[in-house]
């Protein structure tokens, strides 16, 4: 799109005018648009992931926090021997062993709010490496943290979270990896001798950190999902705004191709016979050229027109100019129109017999060619009709312009045919439904053809 010139006048610049949408379309205020509504999705997107973060980061902060209850509550009397082992040395032993549990206990809570994020922005890279050493650092916590009955918990909740970032194998080794850590420190302290009733209780208590465990994950996987739904459907929209650009580009190239095709042709074809009257008639010869230099211009017209997004074709207008492209190339042309074709009709219905034209002009050896508008109903029939179509052509292939016209046509229910008839004939139709809101249908056309007549409109 040409920018405005800031040296010419304002009557002399090129007008915005409403797209079909209604909408100014000018490039700077919707590339502006398009922006903020980019940005502003970024920053909900943001804040959605910050607060799925923070709502996972309950569960480091509960593991920390169970560890240091279980540090620093003192068991009944008669369970002195399920004191942690950290509070139970004494001088520089017991300092040093407080202090590495503390600074294991962070280390899992941090290494944990890591596989979270790692999980959440679905990336890979040190996870392997943070679960390991994850690893290591739970088992120092239950090292120096037994035989208090609160590890099981720490080891159930630690697995817990690693289980949304790693796969069901490995998270089944992590559950029976903290189960086995968990209750291997009391069984040893409360004395397990393989009785009836202590197999039971600690079967039983496996079962219930189990559910924990199952509980725990079933919290954070709902998160998990959460989050990835939201983020799809943020994907999902960004995709369709690309869609819906992608189709806007595919109906402009369609459009272009249209305008486009129809006045190169005529170009080519009135150019080439000034060529050949410019020795002989030099008179007829610079008429064409004009008729030429008024083609390129129409073309111009029309690209800007159709670059600033609205443009109107007339069916009149494009009937006189298929009649002076055909007297150029040597072709009779007729006309019948038997129903005067509805206003929301009469723009398709040029498309079509533009489209005709130009593939007359180039496919084709025609000599004449008929164009046809009747009715069938609450339809409005187009036919253009030429005698330059090889025997045998059968069924025409779709290119760019009649493949575009089908699009067009099926966008009003409409149907295009385009195949040769017998003899050399070829015949490209249309079948277009009149819309609810045009009233009682087709009319029929006013004047010397509203009988349905052919006219011979060859200059």
């Known amino acids: 799109m040409q920018r405005p010139d800031p040296e010419r ?12 949408g209604g909408a100014m379309t000018g490039d700077r205020t919707g590339a502006a648009a398009a922006v903020a509504r980019r940005v502003s999705s970024s920053k909900r997107l943001n804040l959605a992931r910050r607060i799925v973060q923070w709502s996972m980061g309950t569960f480091p902060g509960f593991f920390v926090t169970f560890t240091l209850v279980g540090m ?35 280390a899992v809570g941090y290494l944990i709010w890591r596989v979270i994020c790692h999980r959440i922005d679905r990336t890979e890279k040190h996870l392997h490496r943070d679960i390991a050493v994850s690893v290591a650092a739970v088992t120092a916590v239950v090292v120096l943290m037994q035989p208090a009955p609160i590890i099981t918990a720490l080891t159930v909740l630690w697995a817990s979270c690693l289980t949304i970032a790693v796969s069901r194998r490995t998270s089944a080794l992590l559950l029976a990896y903290a189960l086995v850590l968990g209750f291997a420190p009391i069984a040893v302290a409360v004395g397990y001798n393989g009785s009836l009733i202590g197999t039971l209780a600690m079967l039983g208590a496996v079962l219930i950190m189990i559910v924990v465990w199952a509980f725990f994950c079933a919290s954070a996987f709902s998160l998990v999902v959460l989050w990835e739904i939201l983020n799809e459907a943020y994907e999902a929209r960004d995709a369709q705004a690309r869609l819906a650009v992608t189709e806007e580009r595919l109906r402009f190239s369609r459009d272009l191709h249209d305008l486009i095709g129809h006045s190169l ?42 670059v600033s997004g609205y443009r109107d074709v007339d069916l009149d207008a494009e009937i006189e100019s298929v009649r002076a492209v055909f007297t150029a190339a040597g072709v009779r042309c007729t006309l019948a129109e038997a129903a005067a074709v509805p206003d929301p009709l009469r723009p398709l219905a040029a498309w079509v017999v ?36 090889p025997e045998g052509a059968g069924q025409a292939p779709f290119g760019n312009g009649l493949t575009g016209l089908t699009e067009r046509t099926a966008a009003v229910g409409g149907t295009i045919s385009a195949s040769a008839t017998a003899g050399d004939g070829f015949l490209l139709r249309a079948v277009l439904p009149v819309p609810a809101d045009a009233g009682g249908g087709p009319r029929r056309a006013e004047g010397p053809v509203g009988s349905g007549a052919m006219r011979d409109v060859t200059a």
Do not use: W
């Not at 006048?9 to 079909?20: I, Y």
């Not at 130009?358 to 004449?368: D, Q």
């Open 354 to 389: 533009r489209e005709a034209a130009t593939n007359v002009l180039r496919h084709s050896t025609a000599k004449r060619c008929d164009i046809t508008l009747h009715s069938e109903g609450r339809t409005v029939i187009v036919e253009v009709f030429n005698d330059g179509s």
């Open 9 to 20: 006048p304002d009557r002399e610049r090129p007008q915005q005018v409403p797209s079909r």
């Open 72 to 106: 620093y509550n003192e068991p009944p009397s008669h369970a002195a021997e399920l004191m942690p082992l950290a509070m139970r040395l004494d001088g520089t032993a017991g300092s040093l062993a407080v202090g590495t549990l503390l600074a294991a206990t962070a």
């Open 265 to 306: 042709s005529g170009i080519a074809v009135k150019s080439e016979l000034a060529a050949r009257l410019a020795e002989r008639d030099p008179g007829h010869a610079a008429d064409e050229m004009r008729a030429v230099q008024r083609l390129a211009r129409d073309a111009l017209r029309e690209v800007r027109t159709a």
